[in-house]
């Protein structure tokens, strides 16, 4: 088990663990008040979101972990964003054929190829992925069989035996570490009409970044370019495969609106290229590309955010590189540091009416952990690691990026209303 959707070292509680179950109650021990229960936390806020640009066809298991909560306090952030891609969106919205307009616009820019151009280069090289779920949970349909779940997004093949990076939300369900792996399947639709089985080779939830593999060889493979070299107002065209399969290889063309942005979502903050180039549910994975006909972005999300459009946004190449290298290569990041636990925070609010310390209450520990070695057991609650104060899972996750596997730190939590110091050696997350 590894520090993904399950709530370890920096991520809240979702897939597998309901906060309204039993098995998550904070079981208050001796010394203080009675039981806690966490409430569970809203999908989304009405007035803005962060959407994970994935196609949902049955959102009954699949649509709980493709959309990505927007915090209330980021409304101003989200309306902050909209006003340079405002100043460089060069097409009027009409509502009929803007998309149309901006190709025409973007396609006979000096020293670049056109959209068509781009199009016939990237286009072969990017695939449509289904990932499909078969939940015991939900019983059995009208046939015997197990009701089923999927979800819809893109890939861009990076070698001509298979390998094809995607975004790990887009196939997320097919990680061993989660407990719907093994019935979930995925699929590969490529552009030349071929239907494919893939298997899941490695992916990384902080990233947002995955690699699958399809056995095929001979595929066109996708340049990738310099996302470092990129400037605001340039042209970006992206290529992926909106609202599913139907639409398969679209094209939309834009600019880069914007670089650096920093799009916090509930468990991490990505760096991305913000893009008015139409990113829509289904383009997750696929390729934003610059002129030279290059993959410089993987699209990732979009902002909605009523009576704006024009915020799409993409994961820089650069940083996406190393990541997909080591996941094709190991099937996760190595030397990253991993507690082993997974955990809810106590609120000011919380550790008013209960009677307990601020800091993250632990819920589980992972065998073999470094918290299990340290003696952490469920029901305590660490308010410091490293020598920093803890009041959040971030917190714990923003201490760990000054260590690595194998580090010890000094911590401190707290039981039964007795502080204990203690001593944690790092494990590697995998």
């Known amino acids: 088990m590894d520090d993904r959707n399950y709530g370890f070292d920096g991520r809240n ?49 699949v649509g709980t972990a493709l959309y990505s909560r927007f915090s209330a ?14 100043s460089l969106n060069y097409t009027a919205s009409t509502g009929e054929n ?43 349909n009208i046939v015997g069989g197990l009701p089923q779940s999927s979800g819809e997004g893109s890939g861009v093949i990076i070698s001509s035996d298979g390998y094809i990076m995607t975004n790990y939300h887009v196939v997320e369900y097919a990680d061993p570490q989660n407990t719907l ?3 979930t399947t995925l699929e590969v639709f490529m552009p030349d009409g071929r239907q494919v089985k893939a298997a899941y080779v490695g992916g990384d939830w902080r990233t947002d970044l995955a690699v699958i593999k399809v056995d095929l060889k001979d595929l066109p493979v996708a340049e990738l370019g310099d996302s470092s070299a990129l400037e605001v107002g340039e042209q970006a065209v992206a290529i992926g495969n909106p609202l599913g399969m139907e ?7 834009g600019v880069i609106s914007a ?64 990541i997909i290298e080591q996941l094709k290569m190991f099937g996760y990041v190595k030397g990253r540091p991993f507690i082993g636990i997974s955990g809810e925070e106590v609120t000011e609010v919380i550790s008013k009416q209960y009677g307990l310390p601020v800091g993250v209450y632990v819920l589980g520990v992972t065998a073999g952990s470094g918290a299990q070695s340290a003696g952490i057991q ?15 899972m971030k917190d714990i996750d923003n201490i760990k990026k000054s260590y690595k596997a194998g580090d010890t730190v000094d911590a401190v939590i707290v039981r039964n209303n007795v502080n204990m110091n203690i001593k944690i050696t790092f494990t590697e997350e995998k």
């Open 181 to 183: 792996s093994k019935n």
């Open 259 to 322: 670089l650096n942005r920093k799009v916090e979502m509930e468990d991490k903050t990505l760096n991305l290229i913000q893009t008015d180039a139409a990113i829509n549910p289904g383009n997750s994975g696929g390729a934003l590309v610059n002129s030279k006909g290059q993959v410089i972005g993987i699209n990732t999300v979009k902002i909605s955010v009523t009576g704006v459009e024009g915020l799409g946004f993409a994961i820089p190449m650069n940083d996406a590189k190393p």
């Open 247 to 253: 639409f398969a290889g679209s094209v939309t063309a």
């Open 378 to 392: 469920k029901g305590d609650i660490i308010v410091s690691l490293g020598g920093k104060e803890v009041k959040t």
């Open 98 to 140: 803007s998309s149309n307009a901006k190709l025409v616009n973007s396609s006979s820019i000096l020293g670049g190829f056109s959209v068509t151009q781009i199009a016939k280069k990237v286009g072969p090289s990017v695939v449509g992925i289904r990932m499909t779920v078969a939940s015991a949970n939900m019983g059995r």
């Open 13 to 61: 509680n979702s897939t597998n663990n309901d906060n309204n179950s039993a098995n998550n109650k904070m079981l208050i021990p001796s010394g203080y008040s009675s039981y806690y229960v966490p409430k569970k936390k809203s999908n989304f806020k009405t007035y803005v979101a962060i959407i994970l640009a994935t196609s949902v066809i049955s959102s009954s298991i």
């Open 73 to 86: 306090a980021l409304k101003e952030q989200a309306e902050s964003l909209t006003a340079p891609a405002s």
